[in-house]
């Protein structure tokens, strides 16, 4: 598709459109074409804008999760940016309304609820003490920043504050709590038996007329379906691991030693002190020190005045640094400080810290001979990550240009694999990803016989499609095909012969003749349940649910009916007594549980009413 398009840019028309282009850049700046109407928004809802920036840091969440959740398993066609796009920006419209729903309605959240909920946070916490450098390191990986994720985490607390309101105004009433028991609680006495489909199974196959005949009325069934023939190339980093040089493995030895795990470990507690302009941190310091000095211990003087809200309740304590965790100033005065000293006052960004050397490990590295099969494993793998993305480059190049995939292959070392009759159901092995399947059956691919993109799949995995021959749908002759019909045949006619079975059972049951009388006249074996609810594990799913939907049956007559399983059989059903349900009747527990499943199912009810009405009743403009 793009080689026609750089072959049609030679000519005339296209020439002008592109200087136009150039034009429209000279004058207005490249914002003129990519971004609609001038403004930066990407959306309004209420006059409200929502920017590019919420977008796509909406996107990287969604993005994030989806890797997190599904692992190895992820399809990376589910992190397309115009797919993610629209679902992200749905969920900003929906949260920009709630936002303004719940400031209309004066709802607030204090700085101590947010600061209780990020000091509880398990993320945030190295051996149970929040740690403010792991706090704003995964904050800055996550692509926040302090304020921006306590703006967000204002909002979701916001949020629930105001979902949670809305669920609690809704209640459930005694006289609806008593019509749900009635059903949930609801008892049938019942009884079944089973035809099975192989007693109609005829002993002869099917005359040869009747085999003419099905195949002629079922031609669409007998269409052989349509495949292709690929050729592919599949790059992962196995197909570049080489040998390791031994200078390589001697200087990420060098590395690996200076890794934190081999690190002297220190354990440290601060009593933090910060500036608010009043004048008196000296005093504060200086309070401190006096009581430090006077015997108190480090614990208790963190607890009574250190200002680090996660530390404080913890007597101060901050975990363990291998000489990375805290500041630079913090790393420097702990790498001097004896275990159990304290520390002059030292200076960061954060405030004034007295700091506490509790514990001292001190670390060691394992030999090179132990670490060199993991050393050199790691190596391998980085080169050939390397080698493979390098590749995949020029692949792209080749791949892009070529008509089949013979040149890129020859140019690049490669190999071309070939697999045969992949249809559209096929999903095993390489077509098992849809994203593979698609590309083959594409019309770029298919139709106009160019070779596909190079796709990214999981696990470093890279695959590029050419498809070498087309199979259109083909009626298959009768003689190919015959077992498949003799056996069709052969089914319907004993499903037909069931189903004729039960009817004519249903006939007798109904005029009068006793489930167990008949079902032992035939052989079948009859099966009596009194008492089922509707959670019974015992019955058959689809008996089950078929004795659920019968009519009540008459004081003087029962309730009859059939059901077709999928392998063919058929039970007969035969429903005699209902007993309905009470309130009273069930356990305290059922009683709660039944109380708190009819809370949850009203109040997310509201929630969504709530939520379409303010939809409904927004001006909202997509840009």
Known sequence: ?????????????????????????????????????????????????????????SVDTQRRRL????????????????????????????????????????????????????????????????????????????GYTPSSFKRSLRGDMLLNQLRNGLAGSEFVTPSELEVSARVISEQRDLRYFTIPKEKFVAASPPSDTRIDAYYNEHLDEYQSPESVDID??????????????????????????????????????????????????????????????????FADVARQLSEDMGSAAKGGDLGYSSGD????????????????VVSDPVKTDAGTHLILVTERIPGKAPSLEQMRAQLEETIAANEARVALVRTVESLKDLSFNAEDLSYPAEELGLEVKQVDAVTRSTNEGLF???????????????????????????????????????????????????????????????????AAAAESALVQLRAGLPVEQYAHDQGYNPQVELGVDRRNNTVPPDV???AFALPTPDPDTAST???????????????????????????KNEQQQLQQSLDAEFGSLVNHEFERGLREAADISVL
Request: no cysteine.
């Open 1 to 57: 598709m793009l080689q026609d398009i750089r072959q049609t840019i030679q000519g005339t028309t296209a020439k002008i459109v592109v200087g136009l282009i150039v034009i429209s850049f000279a004058f207005f700046g490249i914002q003129s074409i990519l971004v609609k109407g001038g403004g930066n928004e990407v959306a309004e809802v209420n006059g409200e804008e929502i920017s590019p920036q919420e977008l796509q840091q």
């Open 67 to 142: 890797i997190a959740m599904m692992g190895e398993n992820l399809d990376p066609a589910m992190l397309d940016d115009d797919r993610l796009k629209a679902q992200a920006l749905e969920a900003l419209i929906n949260r920009k309304l709630l936002m303004q729903s719940a400031a209309a309605m004066s709802l607030a959240i204090s700085e101590s609820e947010i600061g209780a909920v990020v000091s509880g946070m398990e993320q945030f916490q190295v051996d149970g003490a929040f740690s403010p450098a792991v706090y704003k390191s995964l904050l800055s990986s996550a």
């Open 232 to 297: 592919y190339i599949e790059l992962s980093p196995e197909n570049f691991k080489e040998p390791v040089a031994e200078s390589a493995v001697l200087e990420a030895y060098e590395l690996a030693k200076q890794d934190a795990q081999y690190q002297t470990q220190n354990r440290v507690s601060h009593i933090l002190f910060q500036s608010d302009g009043n004048n008196d941190l000296q005093q504060r310091i200086a309070k401190a020190q006096q009581l430090l000095a006077s015997g108190m211990a």
């Open 325 to 340: 965790a805290f500041p630079e100033e913090m790393e420097a005065a702990i790498a001097r400080l004896e275990p159990g």
């Open 432 to 498: 098992s990803n849809p994203s593979v399947l698609d590309a083959a059956f594409s019309d770029d691919v298919l139709v106009q016989g160019h070779n596909s993109e190079v796709m990214e799949l999981a696990g470093d995995r890279y695959v590029v499609l050419h498809v070498r021959s087309h199979h259109t749908p083909e009626l298959q002759p009768l003689a190919s095909v015959r077992d498949a019909v003799v056996a069709a045949v052969t089914e319907n006619d004993a499903r037909a012969a069931v």
């Open 544 to 546: 089950l649910r078929r």
């Open 561 to 587: 009916d059939f059901i077709m399983t999928s392998s063919g059989d058929a039970v007969v059903i035969q429903l005699e007594r209902v007993i309905s349900g009470e309130y009273t009747s069930l356990g």
